[in-house]
């Protein structure tokens, strides 16, 4: 409906992707899958909504466990293109053939991939969600795959960095506002006298403090699909 709103925050994607295989550890020993990942220790942190992208990998796992005939792997990679992370989730399955390659990320679009028994019955929006997700924080999401080696899907983020956030902020808006065909307003606050409030208070308390204005702001000021970030 266009009404979620991102939380932006820095987020660690090792300690998620470590999580989420918790989740899923049980389906996959019913079924003999091994989940390994690939998480490089250096990688800097990442910048987006820790829900949101939380559903995001659960949505991608559960597609791998569905297809996977006996591994599914992740992993997590500094990008080409600058200031961006990339997370591929691997399984080995039958994979996805390339005239359907592009339509699985529309509404309601479902394929079968060959597993054996029925076929998966579902709404045919988790990946339409990805996708969305991921341009609101100004990425992209893709498959790679060949008929009988598995398939790859691959979504970017930015990293965490002060100097970009706003613009990455910035950027999920207005894809937001144009996807909804909705009105986009930019409000700014500034505090004349940062540096002597934290001197005063403490950049803990001072913090504290911003988070009680942020809770005001929007309780008092923002509409549902608003989005507040501090800079």
């Known amino acids: 409906s266009g009404k ?8 660690h994607l090792a300690a998620m992707v470590k ?3 918790k989740n899923f550890q049980r389906g996959a020993e019913k079924r003999g899958i091994l989940l390994q990942s690939h998480l490089p220790p250096s990688l800097p942190d990442a910048f987006g909504d820790l829900d949101m992208i939380h559903q995001i990998l659960n949505n991608l796992m559960d597609n791998a466990l569905r297809y996977a005939k006996t591994k599914i792997s992740v992993e997590i990679q500094e990008e080409l293109v600058p200031n961006k992370l990339c997370v591929v989730v691997c399984d080995d399955g039958a994979g996805i053939a390339g005239a359907n390659q592009q339509i699985i990320f529309d509404r309601f679009k479902q394929i079968e991939r060959p597993m054996g028994g029925s076929g998966y019955k579902g709404t045919g929006l988790g990946l339409t969600i990805a996708k ?16 009988g080696k598995g398939a790859r899907f691959y979504f970017t983020l930015p990293i965490y ?15 937001g506002a144009r996807e909804f065909e909705s009105p986009l307003s930019v409000l700014g606050l500034s505090l004349k006298n940062f540096d002597l409030l934290k001197k005063k208070y403490g950049e803990q308390a001072l913090q504290s403090k911003f988070e009680a204005l942020k809770d005001h702001i929007h309780q008092n000021l923002l509409r549902k699909s608003d989005e507040l970030f501090q800079y």
């Open 4 to 11: 979620a709103r991102v939380r932006f925050q820095k987020l």
């Open 19 to 21: 999580e989420t295989f």
């Open 132 to 147: 969305q997700i991921v341009e609101r924080h100004g990425g992209k999401i893709w498959v790679e795959s060949d008929i």
């Open 161 to 175: 960095d002060e100097q970009t956030n706003v613009k990455t902020a910035l950027e999920g808006a207005l894809v």
